[in-house]
């Protein structure tokens, strides 16, 4: 069972990281009018590089486990839920928590190992590889692949996209 301390660790955390999702989605003319008033009004130009896709899909993603977690959390917490979808709840909620910090472990890997930025998302046993480049090289594809690959014992569904 859960007890309240982890339970309030894991409500701030989530708290926390909406926040930030949240901030980091804000558009910068809205930014800067909360920072600076209403005074300045310029045009501003948005250019996309190439990592702002990148980013743009972990923004993506981690609105989607934030809000996953906050519906495993309401589960846990929930006195009508029978203790098996509580058991249940909190094995999917230790699992996604093992799974972001596997996706982070990936990313750190394949920028060390072939020094390339990379989003990593992991659903069960398929994993989805997105490379920061646009030449589209597939030995490289097929070296990020037994690199993952290596780090696990059962076979993963590996996909490799190169934006």
Request: hydrophobic residues 40%.
């Amino acid at each position: 069972m859960i007890n309240k301390q982890s339970m309030w660790f894991l409500t701030l955390l989530s708290l926390v990281l909406v926040l930030g999702i949240y901030y980091v989605t804000m558009p910068n003319e809205m930014m800067r009018s909360l920072i600076h008033g209403e005074e300045e009004k310029e045009d501003v130009q948005v250019n996309v590089t190439e990592g702002d896709t990148l980013i743009a899909m972990r923004a993506n993603r981690d609105e989607e486990v934030a809000l996953e977690i906050e519906e495993l959390e309401s589960i846990l917490t929930s006195e009508t839920a029978s203790s098996e979808e509580k058991n249940n709840a909190f094995n999917e909620l230790k699992l996604l928590n093992l799974n972001i910090g596997k996706e982070e472990e990936l990313e750190e890997k394949l920028e060390s190992d072939f020094g390339i930025k990379s989003y990593i998302e992991i659903n069960e046993d398929n994993i989805k590889v997105v490379i920061n480049s646009k030449e589209h090289d597939a030995t490289l594809a097929n070296n990020i692949m037994r690199s993952i690959q290596s780090e696990y014992k059962e076979k993963m569904y590996i996909t490799v996209q190169f934006e």
